[in-house]
């Protein structure tokens, strides 16, 4: 090969697989948005049996591949809307599902690659359909992949001569170069995060005649099975030990799925290029063949698989994960949906005072482990607010009694602010990682005891929310009041701190920039008691209390409505 000619095959191999990856990214968000929150609606309904989690998980695989679709269901264990034993086969059937996936690029359509990119435009450009136009992403996303294999073939096609000698010791006769390759198709896929990735490339490499022997990939397939399991492996950084859990599982099925494939390697090298001569086929029936023989025996022992998971996650002291309270089982029978409704808000709310309390923990010393758990907190509760929307919606097909309905639109509107509150906190993190960033400024200091001192006068009203949400019907009132008097202490304190930061300033025992950020703390904090406020004003409703007791007409702007404002404790 002469050195000109490198940066040409560079060029064209990056490029081509930079549109595999792109196509297949715009082909998984277009199928996604157009699903809408079906997606997670399918996760949630597949919890019944394991054959119907097997399925529907083939489903979701198929449209958002494994590694999507095992973020999404690491997403809601780590909610708690869904149990590890019921993540087992959805896991199971994503992965499943990817190698049917593949099966359709294994078809060379590399010349009418152009034809869905075409009609994508044209629906994009003509429909005013969100739907329509998500799906009009994903057939452009559908043609690049095509095109992108396509380029990545043509552009080795010429250097096959000088490049195969090169993959030629790849072999399955040596189990050295077997591991050799397993682990290097393992590194990549993790790198690149896609399974389909490196399957692709394996294609185009067929194509271009570079890659002529099954037995040169077939251990490539198989590392790109383990290394596929790092996107979950990555996103449970930070969530609660369930959701580690179900990343664990999808390594472990691999693994096994690995060890699978290597104990029958001598037969799947004679039955399937038997099968057919086409190396796009071959390979991408290796790829169906080895997860089917790891489903089929792991599927019936769902239950013990599920036991190895557990004993192999059995570090650290974290207790285990408050389970959802949303059980479609009780659907019809809306006064049952109302308690675990309210239930499920207090669960909310005590992952909000989680975060709250990392929050002030990470003031003193940062922490990155701390920030992942306060980032996943968030979706988290993102999670159990659709979940709870979804929920009540599919109530409100049952018959109820007028309380009941106007009980329901209370209890969303209180996710709704609880939501925002976890929002807030959020955005309170990144504004600590900020201070954190600044630690050379001697101002600093005082701005960080300021936040210190408010942020537990937050603590103390989210306390009262949490008492308020217990799901004692004949307190709903009264913790609605006391919500409210820690409020107003809440807000004594807020103003007093905000005109000290601004007197600071002003005479330069804060910086500018110090004084900045504190304002956009008091601001976040301010948003979250605002918040608790319009959640104790709907508490106080007559809905939320016997029918025959009736709502005084006090005004609860800010104070307890003549109740004693117990006293914030201090600090420690």
Excluded at 427 to 433: A, E, G, Q, S
Excluded at 529 to 552: G, M, N, Y
Aim: charged share 20%.
């Amino acid at each position: 090969m002469e050195a000109h000619s490198i940066p040409s095959l560079l060029m064209g191999v990056l490029g081509g697989f930079a549109l595999f990856v792109y196509g297949l990214m715009i082909l998984v968000d277009g199928l996604r948005t157009a699903a809408g929150p079906s997606f997670r609606s399918m996760i949630l309904g597949a919890t019944r049996s394991r054959f119907r989690g097997l399925f529907l998980g083939t489903v979701l695989g198929t449209a958002a591949h494994s590694s999507a679709t095992t973020v999404m269901v690491v997403g809601l264990l780590s909610a708690g809307l869904l149990t590890l034993v019921q993540s087992i086969p959805i896991i199971f059937g994503a992965n499943l599902g990817t190698t049917i996936a593949m099966q359709v690029f294994a078809f060379k359509l590399g010349d009418f690659g152009l034809v869905p990119i075409a009609l994508g435009l044209f629906t994009i450009l003509f429909s005013q359909g969100k739907v329509y136009k998500a799906a009009g992403r994903a057939l452009i996303g559908f043609g690049l992949i095509f095109i992108g294999m396509e380029t990545m073939s043509g552009s080795v096609a010429p250097f096959r001569e000088d490049l195969r000698p090169i993959l030629e010791h790849l072999s399955s006769d040596s189990w050295q170069t077997v591991l050799i390759s397993l682990g290097a198709a393992a590194g990549f896929t993790a790198i690149v995060q896609s399974s389909g990735a490196t399957i692709g490339i394996l294609f185009a490499f067929g194509s271009a005649g570079i890659v002529t022997d099954l037995g040169q990939v077939y251990p490539m397939i198989l590392g790109a099975h383990i290394g596929t399991c790092a996107t979950a492996l990555i996103g449970s950084i930070g969530a609660t030990k369930e959701a580690r859990r179900g990343a664990i599982a999808h390594l472990l099925f691999n693994l096994i799925g690995a060890g699978i494939g290597l104990a029958v390697m001598p037969l799947m090298l004679k039955v399937i290029p038997a099968i057919t001569s086409d190396l796009h086929h071959q390979i991408a029936n290796a790829n169906t063949a080895v997860v089917i023989l790891t489903v089929l025996p792991l599927l019936p022992l769902t239950g013990p698989f599920t036991w190895v998971v557990r004993f192999l996650t059995t570090w650290g002291k974290e207790p285990a994960p408050s389970i959802s309270n949303l059980d479609p089982e009780l659907l019809k029978e809306p006064e049952k949906v109302i308690e675990a409704s309210i239930h499920e808000l207090g669960r909310t709310s005590r992952i909000i005072m989680k975060s709250l309390e990392l929050t002030g923990n990470l003031l003193n010393r940062n922490s990155s482990r701390t920030g992942a758990t306060i980032k996943q907190n968030e979706k988290s509760i993102d999670e159990i607010t659709r979940s709870m929307t979804r929920y009540l919606r599919q109530a409100a097909l049952s018959d109820m009694t007028d309380r009941q309905a106007v009980m329901m639109q209370h209890i969303n509107l209180c996710m709704t602010y609880l939501e925002r509150i976890g929002d807030h906190i959020d955005n309170m993190y990144d504004l600590v990682v900020e201070l954190h960033e600044q630690s050379g400024n001697i101002h600093v200091h005082a701005a960080r005891q300021s936040v210190a001192r408010i942020l537990h006068a937050t603590d103390y009203v989210m306390e009262a929310v949490i008492e308020a949400l217990n799901g004692n019907e004949l307190a709903f009132e009264d913790n609605g009041k006391k919500i409210l008097a820690a409020r107003k202490k809440y807000k004594s304190l807020s103003d007093a701190e905000q005109l000290d930061a601004v007197r600071k300033v002003a005479s330069n025992e804060l910086s500018p920039l110090a004084g900045f950020i504190l304002s956009e703390f008091y601001n976040e904090m301010d948003r979250i008691v605002r918040h608790t406020k319009k959640i104790a004003s709907l508490l106080r409703q007559p809905e939320f209390k016997p029918l025959d007791l009736t709502l005084d007409d006090e005004d609860d702007d800010d104070n307890g409505n003549g109740h004693e404002e117990p006293a914030i404790p201090s600090p420690g």
